[in-house]
């Protein structure tokens, strides 16, 4: 099947073409909410698989070429509204109420622009309106790095895991997109979309986070005295009444271990 357009590799324009795909993702998305809200729709695929479920769809797409395309192909369904914009500049929130949806309740879905999809996901994550869930097609690598374990934890997969609960449903060839790209994809549901923390203490949790990670070779311990201006024996001391070792480094601790951290550090940088 040829593209509706010559795709564009700057935009990240790798169409799906695997019908079986397109329903698996479909029939993976929660419908208990107010709307879908799907990225990058492209040639439509997946906002035709996600309209025939019977629940509102607000997909949101850069490319005015598709935005013709999509709104001929929508123009006499009146549960699927095409928004012509770019996803990190759109307010989903202003958008969502203006079309009388509930801000507050919606899910995203989305075969990503691999070029943004950690600024997406964050974006999202972060947002004052949280999605309740997200179902998102990533590079296989990316998906691996967002559901890892402590031990191969990274800033990504703290941070998601601090907000939701990440798995790879299962994994897609790459050559069931036109064009082919060059590594395969995972579908990835992150559920129960939540903050544990206020924003305050979680301004404060990322720092120490980004802090923790700053630099992967050395220990937590050093990477927090150095970033934090305290001694060694300080984050030695927070470290074992969580009965985690001096040595330990940022990749191997917990979500709670982490909220346990920046709170425990927040009271002795207050002193
Ligand atoms: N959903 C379609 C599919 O599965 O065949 C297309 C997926 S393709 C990987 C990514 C889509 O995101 C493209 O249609 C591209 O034009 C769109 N896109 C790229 N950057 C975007 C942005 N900043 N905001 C909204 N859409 C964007």
Request: charged share 20%.
């Amino acid at each position: 099947m040829h593209s509706i357009v010559s795709p564009k590799k700057s935009l990240g324009q790798n169409f799906l073409r695997d019908e079986r795909v397109v329903s698996q993702i479909a029939d993976s998305v929660s419908l208990d909410t107010s709307c879908v809200v799907e990225i990058g729709p492209g040639e439509g695929v997946l906002t035709k698989k996600l309209a025939q479920k019977k629940v509102p769809v607000v997909a949101i797409e850069l490319d005015d070429r598709l935005v013709s395309h999509l709104e001929k192909m929508f123009s006499s369904s009146f549960d699927v509204h095409i928004v012509s914009g770019n996803v990190l500049r759109v307010n989903i929130s202003e958008v969502l109420s203006g079309l009388g949806y509930d801000p507050g309740r919606y899910v995203l879905v989305g075969n990503l622009p691999y070029y943004i999809t950690s600024a997406i996901i964050r974006l999202f994550l972060e947002s004052e309106n949280q999605p309740q869930e997200m179902t998102i097609m990533v590079q296989k690598e990316v998906a691996d790095r967002i559901v890892a374990k402590p031990g191969q934890m990274s800033l990504l997969s703290l941070s998601v895991q601090y907000f939701g609960f990440p798995e790879t449903l299962f994994t897609v060839s790459k050559d069931s997109f036109s064009p082919i790209p060059k590594v395969d994809s995972s579908v990835v549901r992150i559920s129960r979309i939540h903050r544990s923390l206020s924003l305050e203490k979680e301004r404060l949790f990322f720092r120490v986070a980004r802090v923790g990670f700053s630099a992967r070779r050395k220990t937590l311990v050093n990477n927090l005295s150095t970033g934090f201006g305290l001694s060694r024996e300080q984050i030695v001391q927070i470290l074992l009444s969580l009965e985690l070792p001096p040595t330990v480094r940022a990749q191997e601790l917990t979500v709670s271990q982490w909220i346990y951290l920046s709170e425990h550090l927040s009271i002795i940088s207050s002193n």
